[in-house]
């Protein structure tokens, strides 16, 4: 895999040049035998070069895939195994740090520091062209055998279209099972990597423990450290804080866009002009354009200053990563969301409601709050739901504007931190991959997964009950 | 008919009923006129927020488009960096001090300035990189000056904020990145009008650095082009086949309905979720390169792949039927009807789509950082499998460092970013109407 | 009912020269009418013709469409409707509307009826409310049906039952017109029969104009009948007389079914 491109674009462009000579070829083909035998082919001429040149890519594709994922790891065992002969009585970890130093000498990165790690790389160089080799002549191989069987069959009577049509819907039916498989992966490598998790620290604790401390719990060396370590090694994986904190910083964006969002959904759905409506709705659409991260940027370097020294003024202590400034900064992220949502949601309760309302003699805010509002209600809900679900799982705004340890508390002047907040935070510098510390994180990508899920769920269920009351 | 008659008025009762009704309407109208005006509020804020956002990043950012620039008299040795046929010798060009050969020229203009702190008070008016830029200007140019020239050097980020009004002069001499002493050295080269503001081109050519003055998003740019590439590339047409699947031959029952189950939710999936999807899979499982675009292009794909499905399937829709029905009348079977005469209709609705996704993926950055895309990375990657970092995720780096010259680089960095964003938002929506089709 | 014919009754709405446009498009073409008090007045004509539109005119459900603009005068009693003085919400508090599809608000039936009487804050205490809702249910036929399921969802009801709670929903407010757009359009025949009884019952206390598509009901429920055809008053008259000895041709044309 590292060096992608060089021999392998040799190797993809001959594939290409193959696979267009056999369109031509199986074209050629029963172009002729149609005239020889002076009967109409079932099909277009072209369907059987499409089928002959299938029969020469597809296999070949499939079978470079399945190299590219089985040789590289023998590729490194094998070299492994060399090194290991080649440094006896090296321990693990090195070992790993040579063998990485060694992939990159042998791409010709950097120099080789000493001969045995120069004579390791030409060996390592030496099996990856012999590999490279093999591949090629493998490819060719295949591709020959898929051309001439193809190739043989050709004949105005083979049903050319029908069978290429039935490769491509298998192909489209393949790439619709995408989506499943990617639901899959996620659940999967969550779930996977979760369960190692619990093994180490128990469902209980996890869910119910009240001490969030990943760092100080994993620095083995430190002694102080090291009897925290021992005393609260099961403590110090408690989410409650986090999740508190989650809740927190989302309450709080919840409480700004949904009255902002709210209200403006009732304006631009009921009061605007068309001409206002035409203008309003695109310019609240550019706020849900604007990347998560230039709000996390406006919320860490002007919203939190600002809380702060407005605290200051006042004489209130708030924090420099106050759950004030994220949450306020993520609510101003989701108005356009639930204003779009809503306004969406108001504009499908139908006229006759409103009609019958005016024909009692409503003013226009008591049709509003009396009757479209209420009858919009399912649907407002199902809009706030995935509001809600929205703010939980945003990322770059509390990454960079709340807090990293974990406060319990609802003050929303303190600092707190949240479920994204901590994944990144387990997940990015120099950690090892299998540590209790890094796996905690996909047990909380994992309750975070559930609860957006069982959210959106939720919300697709309110809004379906709006459906099936105005159909 | 038309003569005027003497019409019926209502009972006593009735009258009074009106009456009791009119009395409570000015309190009803001005409710609903309440109503209005909360709504004109909430507009107002969201729009002020945005105003808000947008000019605070304007207002930070707009600086960092010119740099400050010294000028210094010096003489570079000839002998000690060509060979003798008069070429520069790359390895003696390499091994040369640069930086002390500028700093040296720069202290000989403060004669007085003796004292070892002093000296390296005055060297810190320089940029840290002033050595390398002028070894590149060097080895660019090919030949070496002869005698002494007048040289514009990038001054260091502290004196760059100072040029700009951004360093506060009235700050006490502790609380300040730059001693009294330096600024009246800066003063005095003002003075001489040795010191002058230009164009950041920098910016717009490099990658990243330690040093704000030599820092630029060319780098993150690329990283980000070459992902969103991938994207494209696995994307586009898997959501094309799919939505074509759906719409055309799914036929009705369980894992149709599952797979329509699937996609929805993807949709609202957090993108973090989708970077730990990378890493471990991706990453761990299939071993693939850390911090790479093609990394992050497939994990892009898959978080965008449900927008540009949903998009190509309402745009497929959104072709009549009669026109599905008239190829299928022709004889031609689905699979022709679908390909040759309904993708090529719904095409700009697709493009659309796409281009929509991919604005979405282009500032995207949780999933990224997931990946390792968010290492710092001093080259312009060149393959899809070179570290890189993309443009969001250098924003997120930038803010988070203390050098003040770092946070306006970032506000430029967004500027550049919402540029991306507007033009390709812009494009959409003119590709929309230009072929917008009423069946 | 055999005295009608000699005792023309009082004259309740009076509308002069009433022109309407929908943007550039004119709909109506000075229609003038005299509406008589406690009685059916029922506007025919093929669809199109501006039936509807008029109708809307008299409460000024109109102003609702941005692009209609209403001219000429409407008076009723000393209440000029078209004014802008006159409030269209007390306007329509006098005069009621059921429209061509039952629209019962997604409440409890109950707070269906409630919902007038609440808004204009016509009741002073719960038992009165409770007494309005009764009583309107009872003027509207509803009462027997849903004495006992006050509390359940409106939207529950069969279609024909929904149009008599629309009924009822007017007739709570206490106005002494009621509008009614085609309100049996969307119902079986026999909820239509119920309604068009309850009409003929409700005529005695209320001013009614309806607009109907079925020449039959106009024949069966109203006293006068008003035929339109693209946009213009073509016909006025008492029923029997439309029915019976048309004077214009388009008239007699359209009640013999050569254009529809």
Redesign the interface.
Known sequence: ?????SPNLVVFAATIAAAFLSFYLGTGRVRKQAIASQTKSHSLNQYYGFYVSLWVLVPAILLALIWM?AA??MLTSAAKARMLAAYPNLPDSFLNLKMAQLVNIAAGYIKAPDAVMAAQADLLRAAQASADRARSLTLAAVMCIGFFYAFRRVSPELRA?VLC?AF??R???L??????L??I??VA??L??AVRFFREVSLFDFFFGTHWSPMTALRPGDAAAADEFVAGSTGSFGMVPVMAGTLLVAVIAMAVAV??????A???S??A??RVRNI?KP??E??A??????????A???AAPFFRDLGLFVGLDVSSQSALAAGGVMG?MI??FI?SLSDDVITAV?Q???????????????T????VL??AFPGLVGAFL?AI??A?????IV??AAGVAANMTINPLESVTTV?VQ??ML??GDNE?DSVKTLS??AL?MT??VI??LL??AA?TASRRLGQ?YE | MNNPIEMIQPDAKTQARFEKIAQGLKKRHAASRRLKTYGIMAIVTAISFLAILLTTIISNGYTAIQQTELQIALTIPAEKLQNDDGTIDPVKARNFNWNGLIKKAFRAEFSDVTAMLDQRALGEILSKNAGYDLRRQIEAKGSIPVGEIKLWIKTSDDVDMLMKGRLDRNLDESQRRLSDQQIGWIDSLVADDRIRLVFNDTFFTAADSREPESAGVLGATVGSAMALFVTVLLALPLAVMTAVYLEYFAPPGRVTDFIEVNINNLAAVPSIVFGLLGLAVFLGFFGMPRSAPLVGGMVLALMTLPTIIIATRASIRAVPTSIRDAALGLGASRMQAAIDHILPLAAPGILTGTIIGIAQALGETAPLIMIGMVAFIVDVPATLTDPATALPVQIYIWSDSAERAFYERSSLAIMVLLTFLITMNISAVLLRRKFEKKW | MDTVVDMAKAIKIQAKDVNVFYGEKQALNNVSIDIEDRSVTAFIGPSGCGKSTFLRCFNRMNDVIPSCRVKGSIMMGDVDVNSPQTDPVLLRARIGMVFQKPNPFPKTIFENVAYGPRIHGLAQSKTELDDMVEDSLKKAGLWGEVADRLADQATGLSGGQQQRLCIARAIAVGPDVLLMDEPCSALDPIATSVIEELISELQQRFTILIVTHSMQQAARVSQKTAYFHLGTLVEYGDTKDVFTLPKNEQTEAYISGKIG
């Open positions: 895999m590292s060096d992608f491109l994922f590289d790891p279209r049509e491509l819907r192909l489209f039916f790439s619709a099972v995408v989506a499943i990617t639901t992966g996620i490598s969550l996977f990597e009255p902002i969002g709210l209200f403006s009732i304006y631009t009921e009061f002009s068309r309003v310019t609240l550019v706020l354009g604007v990347p998560t991260v230039v709000y996390g940027f406006f860490a370097l002007t101003i108005i356009p204003s139908p006759s409601l409103r009609d019958g309302a005016y024909g009692l003699g409503s003013t226009r805010g008591e509003i709050i009396r009757v209420p009858a995935l679900s929205r939980i799982g945003e990322t770059m990454v960079m994204t994944i990144v997940l990015t991959f994180a996909f990508g975070l997964f957006t899920l959106n769920v697709l009351r």
